[in-house]
């Protein structure tokens, strides 16, 4: 699964506590800009509960939608999908073979060594954000963070790493960096042949629906190792 590229986030990072605790939701949406002026629009719809996540990948063009559920405890990863009225799924054992980004799912808070704040402030959702500056060879990035969301942006990010043998290049270098706070607007402008990347976080609430954690109504196989 490749629902969104994060290639493009090279050197850039949200690390704060791992927000273990948290319940919250939102949307993630990322537009990519290629030199040719060819857009790409991806969206992908985040639930955390505690230890427990939910993500359910928007298809495009005509492609079905995808969610996967993530449950700690039973220590499984859950695939699920309807197609033309049937809704099937997978089940396999939460593994770094099956995730390779596992344990980017808790991370230790950032110390914004690497961070430059601009002093200038606006409110987004609610929440009041700072306006950073974070730049490296291929991007230069604005950063609007929030610092009341108890959320790293890098165990999201980690969610995307499932499937065996996935690259984690991009979490990897993520986590160079060590931004506090939570990005609600992230704009970078390439300095390279890399495309420019606008991500927003869309409809965050601090409460999660309980339909994103279920299986039911889903006829699920396990899948051995």
């Not at 992908?44 to 700690?72: C, E, S, W």
Request: contains cysteine.
């Amino acid at each position: 699964m490749r629902a969104i590229v994060l290639s493009s986030l090279f050197g850039l990072s949200a690390l704060v506590v791992t927000g273990q605790d948290l319940t919250c939701s939102f949307v993630l949406t990322t537009s990519q800009t290629n030199s040719s002026g060819v857009t790409r629009n991806d969206s992908i719809t985040y639930a955390f509960q505690g230890a427990n996540a939910a993500m359910l990948v928007h298809g495009r063009k005509g492609q079905p939608d995808m969610r996967l559920v993530f449950d700690p405890e039973a220590k499984t990863i859950t695939q699920l999908f309807e197609v033309n009225g049937r809704k099937g799924g997978f089940v396999f054992a939460m593994s770094e073979k099956r995730w390779p980004g596992m344990s980017y799912s808790a991370h230790a808070p950032g110390t914004d060594e690497a961070v430059k704040y601009t002093g200038k402030v606006k409110t987004l959702q609610g929440h009041a954000c700072r306006e950073a500056k974070v730049a490296n060879d291929k991007y230069a990035a604005t950063v609007w963070v929030a610092e009341d969301i108890p959320l790293s942006m890098l165990r999201v990010f980690s969610h995307q790493s499932v499937g065996e043998g996935k690259s984690t290049e991009e979490a990897d270098l993520l986590a160079r960096m060590s931004m506090k706070g939570f990005p609600l607007e992230m704009d970078l402008k390439s300095l390279s042949d890399k495309p420019d990347v606008h991500l927003r976080i869309k409809d965050f609430h601090d409460h999660a629906d309980p339909a994103m954690f279920s299986t039911e109504g889903h006829s699920t196989s396990w899948v051995e190792d």
